[in-house]
């Protein structure tokens, strides 16, 4: 069956440092996939999307790659700040519809 | 403008009782999605619209829960009878029709059954 496995463990890192984020993906061939934001008491908020045929893809101080070999993407924030501090969802999409199936979110922590 | 809107953001109730939820999509989005999040089983994708027709529902729990969404601006979630393992976040999101399109969310209703 088709599983989406993140970190469950929470991700404490200090400021200034870089935060990693892993989401691994079995039994899927996803022509795209994106990573949420979700805040206590909030909905998930779109961050980046990546395609099948991209191996990385940059916003800002996110980056994010998608290795459809090892099956796998991972997110990056460089120069981590305290307000990065929030919980952070995968989300592989299969071509031809739009229905996400979430990962279970890891949950980071930037501390001072 | 404004995002997705969701009511109520809260609703307690006794066991039994028929519990309805409202959403409100983005003006111009397409494609409306109900979700379930709970500690145990993360977000969960319930049931899903485009064009206000009913796409995948194989999300849905049981007989007990059903949507509607009547016109391009208005569905709800109804869960009759509801019991108390049906208290989680129910969130609802919109988007343009295209698994490369991000999907924009409400901030959810807060529902526990008693």
């Known amino acids: 069956s088709q599983k989406i496995e993140q970190n469950s463990e929470a991700l404490n890192i200090q400021e200034g440092k870089t935060a990693t984020l892993t989401c691994n993906y079995t039994n899927y061939s996803p022509a795209y996939l994106q990573w949420y934001r979700q805040d206590p008491g909030r909905g998930p908020v779109f961050l980046l999307l990546i395609r099948e045929n991209e191996k990385e893809k940059r916003k800002e101080r996110l980056k994010v790659t998608f290795d459809t070999t090892l099956k796998q993407s991972l997110f990056h924030i460089t120069a981590s700040q305290p307000a990065d501090s929030a919980t952070y969802l995968c989300a592989p999409i299969t071509g031809g519809g739009n229905k996400l199936t979430f990962g279970t979110g890891t949950q980071l922590k930037v501390e001072l | 403008d404004a995002g997705v809107i969701q009511s109520p953001r809260h609703e307690v109730t006794e066991m039994g009782q028929e519990v309805t939820l409202r959403c409100k999509p983005i003006?111009?989005?397409?494609?409306l999605f109900w979700y379930r999040q709970t500690m145990m089983r993360g977000l969960e994708l319930l049931i899903y619209f485009n064009n206000n027709v009913p796409i995948d529902d194989s999300g849905m729990p049981e007989d007990r829960f059903s949507a509607k969404m009547p016109n391009a601006s208005f569905s709800t979630l109804k869960i009759q009878p509801s019991e108390p393992r049906d208290s989680a976040v129910y969130f609802c999101?919109?988007?343009?029709?295209?698994?490369?399109?991000?999907?924009?969310f409400g901030d959810g209703t807060r529902l526990s059954i008693l």
């Open positions: 003006s111009g989005h397409n494609s």
């Open positions: 999101a919109s988007s343009f029709d295209g698994g490369d399109q991000p999907q924009h």
